[in-house]
């Protein structure tokens, strides 16, 4: 079933499933998940979701924080920037490499996912959710192999799984395809644009002025569903 427009910008949340207070899912998509837990469990790995919906005041909070400096924005190589000295809208693509626009994010939809394995994770070691923990060496490479090979047998795809001068790489995060692929479709820039006329955004005008350009270079320059 289509969601309506307030469900696939984060203003509505009547589609998800609470697995806790502060996970959610697509109800659609649960069976699926668990599923994929299930199997990740007898190969050794306890995965868990780190991140699921997000609504939109969330998704906002999180954009004004970065675009005021309370946050850290980070380069492709994940170090650190200064956006002080930028333009309005040099910040917003700044910001656009890790952090999705109010009313864009993925999470919205209750499809996406970001994942770890505990079990995995050092005592005393903090999440990161950094590239470097997926990598060869890093805590999670052998669940990000494992993904590689299994998530798609799930339904669960790669959005973010290479870098296309949009969105870094995120090997932690996953999309339920047969959902997903449905809203990808119904968002649009007219969608978005209306989700965040009202909103109290910081950068908002530079992002209205620049909303096509948005929209094709960080909203639909994903990954197919191919798991490569």
Request: with cysteine; glycine share 6%.
């Amino acid at each position: 079933m289509a969601l309506t427009n307030e469900q696939l910008t984060g203003q509505n949340q009547s589609h998800i499933h609470m697995l806790s207070t502060r996970i959610g899912l697509h109800r659609n998509a649960l069976d699926a998940w668990h599923k994929m837990q299930a199997a990740a469990l007898i190969d050794g790995f306890e995965l868990s979701i780190a991140s699921g919906f997000r609504d939109f005041d969330r998704q906002l909070a999180i954009w004004n924080r970065k675009c005021n400096g309370q946050l850290a924005v980070k380069n492709i190589d994940n170090e650190s920037v200064n956006i002080s000295h930028l333009t309005e809208f040099e910040k917003v693509k700044a910001i656009l490499l890790y952090s999705a626009l109010p009313g864009a994010s993925r999470h919205h939809w209750g499809t996406d996912i970001d994942v770890y394995a505990p079990n995995l994770l050092p005592k005393g070691a903090a999440l990161q959710l950094e590239p470097w923990e997926y990598h060869q060496g890093g805590y999670f490479f052998e669940l990000a192999n494992w993904l590689k090979q299994h998530a798609l047998s799930f339904g669960f795809g790669f959005p973010y799984d290479k870098y296309r001068k949009g969105v870094a790489p995120e090997p932690w995060h996953l999309s339920y395809l047969p959902i997903a692929q449905q809203c990808q479709q119904q968002l649009s820039s007219d969608v978005i644009e209306a989700a965040i006329a009202n909103a109290d955004m910081l950068a908002k005008q530079a992002v209205l002025e620049n909303i096509d350009f948005i929209y094709q270079q960080f909203i639909i320059n994903i990954g197919d569903k191919r798991c490569e």
